[in-house]
């Protein structure tokens, strides 16, 4: 029979997964404080209403650039799968699961980010609105959209958590990286739970350690790559236990 095994170099999966990963922190980046910190004031549904609709086109981009960090996740997800099941296939598998959940959340939200350009368009069938409530309801869906990606950052806090600890045990990767995106973790996860149970208590910056952790993996995934030797060693122990059972 031909062996159909995956030939691919981990070194091809890691600096792709790495590039991936810049595109995802630079399109999560501008969408988030080039587009929503430009145009949306939370506490001013008329001014968040004008602002829209003067940048349209900006609007419209920073949209695409939310879609494009989801579908740059899922590949770059099943690349860090391949790299880190010869650690612990299962947990490996956990952190796909915790990361497609937290892009599922995401996308659904997103259609609540782009319904304000619908409801402002000055559509016919929407003259039965005033102005001013047709402004509150477009405000409205971005604070749904606010809710839906702090939810999605639950389930990656808990995607950076097991990450961190795949990475720590690999050793094919940095320890650090590990610690890092551990630290990243928590901070994620005390920023969406401070969200929901105490609001305007957690100061923003508490989400820097996440932007930190993931900057420093992507760059040495781009620049590094794994360990080969070792993650050649890693995967051989794995097949090894595979067949002797």
Not at 218 to 232: M, R, S
């Amino acid at each position: 029979m031909t062996d159909r095994r995956d030939t691919t170099s981990p070194q091809v999966y890691a600096r792709t997964a790495g590039w991936l990963y810049l595109i995802v922190i630079a399109a999560g980046f501008f969408a988030e404080f080039f587009v929503r910190e430009r145009l949306i004031d939370y506490g001013d549904a008329s001014a968040t209403a004008h602002a829209i609709m003067a940048h349209g086109l900006l609007f419209r981009l920073g949209f695409s650039a939310d879609l494009t960090t989801i579908v740059c996740d899922i590949p770059m997800e099943l690349m860090f799968y391949v790299l880190l099941r010869p650690v612990a296939k299962n947990l490996a598998l956990l952190v796909i699961v915790f990361a497609f959940l937290g892009d599922a959340i995401m996308a659904v939200s997103e259609l609540h980010g782009f319904i304000p350009l619908l409801i402002l368009s000055g559509t016919q069938y929407l003259t039965v609105f005033s102005n001013n409530q047709l402004q509150a309801l477009a405000l409205l869906n971005m604070n749904s959209l606010t809710v839906g990606l702090i939810t999605s950052m639950v389930f990656f806090g808990f995607h950076c958590f097991f990450l961190g600890y795949l990475i720590f045990k690999s050793r094919y990767l940095p320890k650090a990286i590990g610690i890092l995106l551990v630290i990243a973790s928590l901070c994620l996860l005390i920023n969406s739970f401070g969200y929901f149970l105490a609001p305007g208590l957690i100061p923003e910056f508490i989400l820097l350690p996440d932007l930190i952790a993931e900057l420093v993996l992507c760059v040495w995934l781009i620049a590094k790559g794994v360990n080969l030797p070792e993650w050649e060693q890693r995967k051989g122990y794995g097949i090894r236990s595979v067949d002797s059972n």
